[in-house]
């Protein structure tokens, strides 16, 4: 009797190094968006990048849809919430973020993305799914202040960017925070393959609209090999494998949990961008990583303490129990 306990704890344990694994390499995918996003705006336009992007990835959602056992469309009382995080995710972040991206800078891009984790805790309070926990805030605040110190470290110029450019990222910012939240029910009820094959399909239907006015089929096929391969990579790792990996954390964890790999960003962009733009490491890569990774360790920790939330039908948008 004394040993059953030890299976699911055992079994619990190795499904979050999974779930870490997952998201660590989701980071790495993540952190490199930014540098083959700039590299591919520096000749085709943002709206552009955004459209083949979303065209290749839903290329490969459409054959997964194809291929994968069960229902082909979401059940009709789901279309609703399909439609709205397709939307938050396609048209609404993307956008917002590579024309914000385009008029700042990567490193800007990767502070205010910084506050995901704050804005989706924040969230979760807001709508009782969370409750308070001091190690949650101090872990989520000891990370920002992380990510903090590893761009301002290196000077205040190269951390800013036009205001114009850092409101729009912002607003991707408070899409992904939206998304992530209200996925995380969805996600719970179809699970995380088949939820983001049809939120990343939804995405794709959304910006057919503005393939006429921002397609440039001709300029993109002129365009350099470097600017292709970083529609690819975009297209494939960005918005497929990472999509995955970010709607699989969240079937296992907190939205929180999830969001403050977030932080982890500036910290793999710059050692990205040592890697392959020969950028020079400073000691603020080693004080803020520090501090970026002993707020995840202390946010990983906390006890789980969500609100009590009264069961509702799959038709409501959360599993019954």
Known sequence: MGASPARPLNSSAQTLRWVYAGLLVQVCISAGTYLFAKRSMAELPPLTVVLWRF??????????????????????????????????????????FFT???????????L????????????????????????TLLGIATAFAGVVVLLLGRGLAEASGSLVGDLLILCAVVAWVVYTTEGKGFVAVHGPLRATVWCMMMSSLLML??????METDRVMASSLAAKGGILYLGLLT???????????????????????????????ALAAWALLDESLHWELAVGGGLVLLGVRLTQMAVPTPAPVTPLSPAQGRPAT
Do not use: C, D
């Open 55 to 96: 065209f290749l990835s839903g290329g490969v959602f459409a054959v997964m849809l194809a291929v994968m056992p069960g229902p082909r469309l979401p059940p009709r009382h789901e279309w609703r919430r399909v439609f709205i995080l397709g939307l938050l995710a396609g048209p609404v972040n993307q956008v917002f």
């Open 100 to 110: 914000g991206l385009s008029r700042s800078t990567a490193a800007h891009g990767a």
């Open 112 to 135: 205010l993305y910084a506050l995901t984790p704050l804005g989706v805790y924040l969230l979760g309070l807001a709508r009782g799914h969370e409750r308070a926990s001091r190690r």
């Open 209 to 214: 609209p503005f393939a006429p006015f921002v």
């Open 239 to 269: 918005s497929v494998v990472a999509y995955l990996l970010w709607y699989y954390a969240l079937s296992k964890v907190s939205p929180a949990r999830v969001a403050i790999f977030s932080n982890l960003q500036p910290a793999a962009t």
